[in-house]
């Protein structure tokens, strides 16, 4: 028998489980390790993780990563995060069907690295547009999202001195773009967010 203040975990809802797991999760990664890395490379690992997964069966991706871009620094981990929540929240915008195209370049003065998500679903409402990145935020259906994925990736991103934004392309579809410094010299390797 229990208390009233205690809260056994198999009697929350499996939205709050879910919830309460992902918080727990985030706030677990007090130390991030930075170190040079290719974006290149950890794009195409997240794709690797993905391309078998039943969701892509009929979703086409076209990578078109510019070869020999320069190392950032960045926890390669979190990073991955990024790539992962973006592609996927693409294909489930799709429903499973169309096209993810993913884009890296350097920036035109050659100061940051920038990755561009886009796809070919219905794109982002107007009124979505706005909230996209605000903790709790979901257009999902109850059970089927926190809110949390795309607040965390705009956290990661910022942590990692680069900036995230959304916009709809004009054909159909929505486009994520971030940039991300290209590596510093000073860099000391960890970052301890305590």
């Not at 489980?17 to 794009?43: G, M, W, Y």
């Not at 982002?124 to 909230?131: F, G, L, R, S």
Request: proline share 4%; aromatic share 6%; net charge neutral.
């Amino acid at each position: 028998m229990h208390t009233s203040s205690t809260i056994l975990w198999e009697e929350l809802p499996s939205r709050c489980r879910d919830t309460v797991k992902e918080l727990l999760e985030f706030a677990r990664q007090t130390q991030h390790f930075i170190k040079p890395s290719d974006i290149n490379q950890a794009i195409s690992r997240t794709l690797f993780l993905l391309e078998n997964q039943t969701l892509f069966q009929n979703i086409k991706i076209k990578k078109n990563l510019k070869p020999s871009l320069p190392l950032v620094d960045a926890d390669i981990h979190q990073m991955n995060h990024v790539f992962m929540n973006l592609v996927l929240n693409a294909a489930q915008a799709m429903e499973g069907k169309g096209e993810i195209n993913i884009h890296t370049d350097l920036s035109p003065r050659k100061h940051y690295i920038v990755i561009e998500i886009s796809d070919t679903g219905p794109g982002i409402a107007k009124d979505v547009m706005q909230h996209i990145f605000e903790p709790f935020f979901t257009t999902k259906q109850e059970g089927q999202g926190t809110g949390l994925g795309l607040s965390m990736v705009y956290s990661i991103v910022e942590n990692h001195g680069g900036s995230i934004n959304a916009r709809n392309r004009k054909e159909k579809g929505a486009v994520f773009t971030i940039e991300l410094p290209i590596k510093n010299k000073d860099s000391k390797g960890v970052i301890d967010e305590k």
